[in-house]
């Protein structure tokens, strides 16, 4: 097998970013796999994240950015960080007034103790040294900091009917766990968690967020459906902890 390290994942995601084509904000270009801006405008509510009273906020993997701006129009204090040159390019565009650097979260350039809270959505599970990279968010947070992380669901329902796993970056490094597995993982690496949350934009982003019928007809579907699907089966879980 091949060895995997930080070099090819940084050309990897390099790849992905250069061809991206929903490097700008707008609600009318819609990539299938990649989010909008306004799923991180939906994390921030349902955390009921509402004035950050300019404390300082750190995205780990900020990927295009969306989150460090829908968290900046509510006055925090932004700064993120991602292993693509592509990505940090896009991130600085979409949220100019954020401090946005190149690295990885094995070793994040800030300094300990610097955030009140840090995000890591949809990239633990990517990341080379997942317990090096817990460490390193524990140590850039202050002491009564919230930190978020949503991971995806070895359980999630639509595995089970079908012969995918994961998502398309598991060619280059994905980890799934099942919710008990991911919240012992979070506490034997020093993170209590105070709340459990399933990741349901996809069953509740806005229904005519663009104009094709099928995508109409599928959110939909999904709409309805996810009003009856248990935590176990979500797509991911984000987890709201603390350091210990």
């Known amino acids: 097998m091949e060895t995997i390290n930080h070099t090819k994942v940084k050309n990897y995601y390099n ?3 250069k ?3 929903v490097g700008k904000v707008s609600p009318f270009k819609i990539q299938e796999g990649v989010r909008s801006y306004y ?20 995205d780990i993997a900020c990927g295009r950015g969306f989150l460090l701006r829908a968290a900046s129009k ?16 896009l991130a600085k565009k979409n949220s100019p007034g954020s401090e946005i650097k190149v690295g990885v979260a094995e070793k994040l350039p800030f300094s300990t103790e610097s955030f009140d809270a840090v995000f ?12 090096k990279a817990l460490s390193e968010i524990i140590r850039v947070s202050k002491k009564n900091a919230t930190i978020y992380i949503m991971v995806p669901n070895k359980d999630f329902i639509y595995y089970k009917f079908s ?3 994961g998502t398309h970056q598991h060619e280059i490094q994905e980890t799934l ?15 209590s968690v105070s709340k459990i949350l399933p990741d349901d934009y996809n069953v509740k982003q806005p229904i005519f967020m663009d104009f094709r019928p099928l995508f109409i007809i599928r959110r939909m579907v999904l709409r309805i459906f996810g009003l009856f699907l248990p935590l176990k089966y979500a797509y991911q879980f984000l987890y709201v902890c603390r350091k210990n």
């Open 74 to 89: 509510r006055g925090f204090k932004t700064s993120g960080i991602d292993i693509s040159d592509e990505a940090v390019r």
């Open 39 to 58: 799923a991180y405008e939906y994390v921030l509510n349902s955390l009921n994240i509402e004035n950050g009273n300019s404390m300082k906020l750190l």
């Open 120 to 131: 890591c959505l949809g990239s633990l599970e990517h990341f080379l040294d997942q317990k």
């Open 163 to 165: 012969s995918q796993e």
């Open 177 to 191: 766990r099942t919710n008990n597995e991911w919240t012992n993982f979070l506490k034997q690496n020093n993170l």
């Open 15 to 17: 790849v992905c970013y």
């Open 19 to 21: 061809t991206d084509i």
